[in-house]
């Protein structure tokens, strides 16, 4: 079976669609990962989804300027849509691999994503930077908390801001 890649438009059109929404990071969830869900959570509800973001792991107190607190702890029930942030293959849902298959978008930044869903993909320094992208095509206007989370991605993934793939 061959997966499809998206278009930012083809992206945009996902998220524009209100719906029960499941949101996996990576285990071991680091400031990207957490920063890119949480982000796209603000997005998503903007337009309507009622949006859950779950992690195999739980994540570190000192993410709680992201995360607000919410204990990334899976729910299982039917969701509408999954999309993975950050995750480049099922063995990064850790417990929750078992959703790979369920998966319905993959939003990455890295190179070696096995493409395990259909997927949109920019090779920037984060996955916060495409999710970024993704925020300034839908020329939408979100709070403190959106920012926050994408500073946070952002600074994670490129050494606060020191990497050479920083853009």
Do not use: W
């Amino acid at each position: 079976m061959m997966i499809k890649s998206l278009t930012l438009n083809q992206v945009v059109d996902t998220v524009r669609t209100p719906c029960d929404t499941l949101v996996l990071c990576h285990k071991n969830p680091d400031p990207d990962t957490l920063g890119s869900a949480f982000s796209l959570k603000c997005i998503l509800e903007y337009f309507g989804s009622q949006v859950t973001v779950a992690c195999s792991d739980k994540a570190s107190s000192k993410f709680g300027f992201i995360t607000g607190g919410c204990s990334l702890e899976y729910v299982a029930r039917p969701y509408e849509r999954i999309i993975a942030v950050d995750v480049a293959s099922p063995s990064q849902l850790g417990d929750l691999q078992f959703l790979s298959d369920k998966t319905d978008l993959i939003i990455d930044h890295h190179a070696m994503n096995t493409r395990f869903a259909p997927y949109y993909e920019d090779l920037g320094a984060s996955c916060a930077e495409v999710i970024f992208s993704i925020y300034k095509e839908l020329n939408i206007n979100l709070g403190l908390q959106f920012y926050t989370c994408i500073y946070a991605g952002m600074s994670g993934d490129t050494g606060g801001f020191r990497y050479s793939n920083e853009t």
